[in-house]
């Protein structure tokens, strides 16, 4: 069974500012997605950020971007140049391959930005 | 393209009382999870299934919750009787469900209160 574990439960950041948010999972298994999503108080899950275990390079996207250390399964986020929207629960998750893909995710990180 | 539907958005009920949750996935997408996200805490998987076939149900309280997927499509999830710590935001989401399937699309969820 895989396991996602977010160890820091509240993070506060300034705008503008940049800020990690880290992520470590376990799994016996090669091949494997991993996800950042985000979800405003609107709760409707959003997803930030994937990255395919095969793939060396980090995924990035605009101000998003990840860490990804496979050997040492940890899979941590950094935004930059952050903005008030941002403030949300952060969610790492980790997704089976194949059909039927499982998605596991973590406990959670809530981010404020502040001004 | 329509995203994944949930209905309702609220739903407070009194303790002993039953209630249902309906899930309309993205057209096609094969995979269909309902998830229990409790205040504070990551969303834990209740049941998954592929097609109208359930994957993984070994979170799921069978004594007082049920779901099905009528012919693949649509999905409820049922609570009977609930109990007050079934108070928790009910997720849906859905997957394109095959070996290349990278994305799991969430709905808004319904927000249940039992009192």
């Known amino acids: 069974a895989q396991t996602v574990t977010q160890s820091q439960p509240e993070m506060s950041v300034q705008e503008a500012e940049t800020v990690t948010l880290s992520c470590t999972y376990d799994?016996?298994?090669?091949?494997?997605?991993l996800f950042w999503y985000k979800q405003p108080p609107s709760r409707q899950m959003i997803l930030v950020i994937r990255?395919?275990?095969?793939?060396?390079q980090n995924a990035t996207e605009n101000r998003f971007s990840v860490n990804f250390q496979k050997a040492a399964k940890s899979f941590s986020l950094k935004i930059s140049d952050s903005q008030l929207g941002d403030t949300a629960m952060y969610f790492c998750?980790?997704?089976?391959?194949?059909?039927?893909?499982?998605?596991?995710f973590g406990t959670g990180t809530r981010l404020q930005v502040t001004l | 393209e329509a995203g994944v539907a949930q209905s309702p958005r609220y739903k407070i009920i009194e303790k002993r009382q039953s209630v249902a949750f309906w899930c309309n996935p993205i057209?096609?997408?094969?995979?269909l999870y309902w998830y229990q996200q409790i205040l504070g805490q990551g969303p834990k998987l209740l049941i998954q299934?592929?097609?109208?076939?359930?994957?993984?149900d070994s979170q799921l309280p069978k004594d007082r919750f049920s779901a099905e997927r009528l012919k693949g499509v649509d999905s409820t999830l049922k609570i009977q009787p609930a109990k007050l710590e079934d108070s928790a935001v009910y997720l849906c989401?859905?997957?394109?469900?095959?070996?290349?399937?990278?994305?799991?699309?969430f709905g808004q969820g319904t927000r249940l209160t039992v009192v």
């Open positions: 989401a859905s997957s394109e469900g095959d070996r290349w399937n990278t994305e799991a699309f």
């Open positions: 799994t016996s298994e090669n091949n494997y997605y």
């Open positions: 990255q395919e275990a095969y793939k060396q």
């Open positions: 998750a980790f997704m089976t391959t194949g059909t039927a893909s499982k998605l596991t």
């Open positions: 057209s096609g997408h094969a995979t």
């Open positions: 299934f592929q097609n109208n076939g359930v994957v993984d």
